[in-house]
């Protein structure tokens, strides 16, 4: 029987090359998006899920469906994320609360009730950023998305130690990928979405250190 992943953010950037990826190696995807919908992405092992991490309603549904329809999934990958703040250089509230919401409350809350529906040996994976390392921080831009993404790193190391010997827990840095996570990307950044999928695909794939914050782009262990 195939396993079954859910990837959050599965419409387009890295979320949808990875759902690409995932099918090619035989798993069952189940992929999500605020409208529910998946463009450009038929397969009879795909199913689409509408999920809006900013709103609690949608996290209960979305939960609902999974449980009553699949029971059981083997891998969680919390890749939905956004960055409005990305580039900027003074908070702002607006894009705070948004960042939050997303990146940080929404993802701890569709999570927590994941956790019973993960099988044992299964694994978490949060889509985070080298932006949210506190050890090699030295700029200044980006403060709501790179305190997002160290908040996330925490809930990582949180739930490594809840869920020891039982499911397997990390952090990745997809690399700089050109995404419109921020338009600057598409031109700008090293990496296409499929190149970065291959990349979290190995290290997947890989027996990966319990609770490590991995640099997919490079291959090697990130500080905290
Ligand atoms: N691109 C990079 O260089 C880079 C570097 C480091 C880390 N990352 C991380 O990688 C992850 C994927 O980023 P990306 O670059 O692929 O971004 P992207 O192309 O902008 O895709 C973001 C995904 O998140 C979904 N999303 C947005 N708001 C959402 C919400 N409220 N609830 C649920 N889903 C929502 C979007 O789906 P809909 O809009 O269709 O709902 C989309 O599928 C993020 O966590 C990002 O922080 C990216």
Known sequence: M???????????????????????EDFFVIGTSRNGVI???????????????????????????????????????????????????????????QTFNVNVTGTVFFTEPMIELINENGMILNVSSKMGSLDVCELTDSVAYRMSKSALNMYTKILTNRLKNKIKVASIHPGWVKTTIIESNIKNARLSPEQSAENIFKFIDSDFNNGVFWDSENEKVLLW
């Open 39 to 97: 463009e450009n992405l038929q397969h009879k092992n795909f199913h689409p899920l509408e999920l809006d991490l900013s709103n609690p309603v949608s996290i209960k549904n979305a939960h609902q469906k999974i449980s009553k329809t699949f029971k059981h999934i083997d891998i969680l990958i919390n890749n939905a994320g956004i960055g409005p703040d990305l580039g900027t250089f003074h908070p702002e509230r607006d894009a705070f609360d």
């Open 2 to 24: 195939n396993k079954v992943v859910l990837i959050t953010g599965a419409s387009k950037g890295i979320g949808l090359a990875l759902a690409k990826k995932m099918l090619n």
